[in-house]
């Protein structure tokens, strides 16, 4: 089943504007944009990688379980499930099976990028999971959507 929580935003994209440049020596390399509409071409199972700062241990035992672990920039190997679904048009889905290699994103990764596997290009950034154990499917907001490819731009040179 594919929904939105209640109350969720959509179009939930952001941009940080920096006072000053990054120096090369710190950041040599930057993300892409990826072109309009680009998820709408990409075949089921399409490797993309999640980029996230969530949690990663569920501590369980007096009481709910609990997501716990350090906050540090993590990766993990996903697959593009395609197909239509009801929010298709402002979102990307994609497995959350950490079996198989695969991984997914969970509490506290909203906003971390989903890049085509092995590229720079940004396809969509963390929204949210179905469940509280991080499984099944997890969803993420396009970023090839015109009208927010058309908002980002505003910011850039």
């Known amino acids: 089943m594919s929904y939105l929580p209640q109350g969720f935003a959509t179009r939930d994209v952001g941009i940080i504007v920096l006072s000053e440049p990054v120096p090369t020596s710190v950041v040599s390399e930057y993300v892409q944009l990826p072109t309009a509409n680009m998820v709408d071409t990409l075949a089921n199972q399409t490797p993309v990688d999640l980029v996230g700062y969530g949690v990663q241990v569920q501590t369980r035992g007096g009481g709910p379980p609990v997501w716990t ?3 540090v920039r ?3 190997p996903t697959q593009l499930v395609s197909g239509n679904f009801k929010h298709g048009d402002e979102f990307i889905r994609l497995t959350a099976n950490p079996g198989q290699g695969k991984g997914g994103s969970c509490f506290g990764d909203s906003g971390g990028p989903d890049l085509l596997a092995g590229t720079d290009t940004v396809l969509a950034v963390n929204s949210y999971v179905t469940n509280g154990n ?3 499917v997890t ?3 396009r970023v090839d959507i015109p009208d927010v490819l058309a908002w980002i731009n505003t910011f850039l040179d």
């Open 69 to 71: 672990g350090q906050r």
């Open 74 to 76: 993590l990766f993990a």
């Open 134 to 136: 991080c499984s099944g």
């Open 139 to 141: 969803y993420s907001q």
